[in-house]
């Protein structure tokens, strides 16, 4: 159980266009769904907390307007990343919390982005 | 007052030798302190988590340790095997800041034959 997804797992765009990334939660709901970035060999970095039926609330830094996220419904969050540029560029992760577990984090596999 | 330090940052362990790696956080409203395991091009994956009521939890090779009065954790990997070879974060969240995890810089272990 417990299983989040994530599409695509790698994308490559170019400069100026914009990508969609898709985060579910496939065999639990998810009120609350967590939006990182991750640089070769650091840590995650939190972009944004999305909450099914509301808007996302961003991190100090992270450009909501450039970073659109939409938490649409119970099982499915995107991120979309828009005018992309190279430093872009980065490892894109996605986790939920269930309505029934209190503090537990499942995280997606993560995709890829390179912007040429 | 929200990092979680962790270290070392990286570590070699011998086959069946036992891994440790320690965190410390300063603050105090941290109520949940997961550990994640993560492979190269992958998610991070749930390997155990404690709450600060109590002092240790054990699944399987891994335990936690847990001082609340030093504000420090660490992960123990007994028995290590080369398939334990990858990065592992520690984290705090707290139930009153949305479960935000703080995540640690990383340690990239590496079990050698």
């Known amino acids: 159980g417990a299983v989040v997804s994530q599409h695509p797992s790698w994308v490559i765009c170019k400069s100026g266009t914009s990508v969609k990334i898709e985060c579910r939660s496939l065999?639990?709901?998810?009120?609350?769904m967590f939006w990182y970035r991750q640089f070769p060999k650091q840590s995650l970095m939190l972009m944004a907390t999305?909450?099914?039926?509301?808007?996302?609330?961003?991190e100090q830094g992270v450009e909501k307007d450039k970073f659109l996220i939409n938490h649409a419904s119970l099982t499915l969050s995107t991120l979309t990343v828009t005018s992309a540029h190279p430093e872009d560029s980065s490892f894109y992760i996605c986790?939920?919390?269930?309505?029934?577990?209190?503090?537990?984090?499942?995280f997606g596999p993560g995709t890829r982005l390179t912007v040429t | 007052q929200q990092q979680v330090k962790q270290s070392p940052q990286s570590l070699i362990v011998q086959k069946g030798g036992i891994s440790i790696i320690n965190c410390a956080y300063e603050?105090?409203?941290?109520?949940?302190f997961p550990w994640y395991q993560q492979f190269p091009g992958k998610g991070p994956a749930l390997l155990i988590a404690?709450?600060?009521?109590?002092s240790e939890k054990k699944e399987g090779r891994f335990t936690i340790s847990f001082n609340k009065s030093a504000k420090q954790f660490s992960l123990h990997i007994m028995d290590s095997q080369p398939g334990d070879s990858a990065t592992y974060f520690c984290?705090?969240?707290?139930?009153?800041?949305?479960?935000?995890?703080?995540f640690g810089t990383g340690t990239q272990l590496k079990v050698e034959l």
């Open positions: 986790s939920a919390m269930s309505l029934a577990g209190l503090y537990e984090q499942y």
């Open positions: 065999d639990f709901q998810a009120t609350t």
């Open positions: 999305s909450n099914e039926g509301s808007k996302a609330t961003y």
């Open positions: 603050n105090t409203a941290f109520d949940y």
């Open positions: 404690i709450r600060p009521d109590v």
């Open positions: 984290a705090a969240s707290m139930g009153g800041g949305g479960n935000k995890l703080t």
